[in-house]
């Protein structure tokens, strides 16, 4: 039976320096934005992280997105 991807939701991980560990390397911490539609353009996730974190004393580090999809069987007809 074929099986069919269905898009949920994704969320968007914005990793950032907070500081410094305690053997002086950087702290590396995460803001997590959910219900982002799966379909967003990815170029303007990573514009609007940017955007956001210009606004921010503590600089981005990275920007993930987690896609979540569900796998269904395809009904057979």
Not at 40 to 57: I, T
């Amino acid at each position: 039976m074929p099986i069919i991807d269905k898009p949920l939701t994704s969320t968007l991980v914005l990793k950032y320096e907070d500081g410094l560990t305690p053997a002086g390397g950087p702290q590396i911490k995460q803001k997590s934005l959910n219900y982002v539609r799966p379909d967003a353009d990815h170029g303007s996730l990573h514009e609007v992280s940017a955007a956001l974190f210009s606004l921010s004393e503590k600089p981005l580090t990275a920007v993930i997105l987690r896609d979540s999809t569900e796998l269904v069987e395809e009904p057979e007809e």
